[in-house]
């Protein structure tokens, strides 16, 4: 399960799957390598070395042990939604987060 939202050039992904666990890539498509130029230009040179896939990518974390980006805790995880501004279709996605949370106990 994932939502995808639009902040101007920002596209945020947020979501929840097997193995990954709870995951964010926010990707500036400002960054993003143009196709079909060759040789590349100095700034896509630039580009490549924030996110090496050439996408523009600049942040992914997850929770799970597998995929793309880097691994932080749940608690973390809830910080790095809160300030993307994730809310509204993603509700219930905070949801279960929330519940993930409680299920940890105190002191996590």
Not at 93 to 105: A, K, T, V
Request: hydrophobic residues 35%; contains cysteine; glycine residues 12%.
């Amino acid at each position: 399960m994932h939502h995808e939202f639009e902040q101007g050039p920002i596209k945020i992904t947020v979501g929840h799957e097997h193995g990954i666990g709870y995951f964010i890539s926010v990707q500036d498509t400002r960054l993003a390598v143009k196709a079909g130029d060759s040789p590349y230009s100095s700034l896509d040179e630039a580009c490549c070395k924030v996110d090496s896939s050439g996408a523009g990518i600049y942040l992914a974390a997850r929770t799970g042990n597998e995929g793309r980006g880097t691994q932080v805790s749940i608690d973390e995880m809830k910080r790095l939604w809160e300030l993307y501004g994730v809310k509204g279709e993603t509700i219930p996605l905070m949801e279960l987060l929330e519940l993930r949370l409680s299920d940890m106990g105190p002191g996590y």
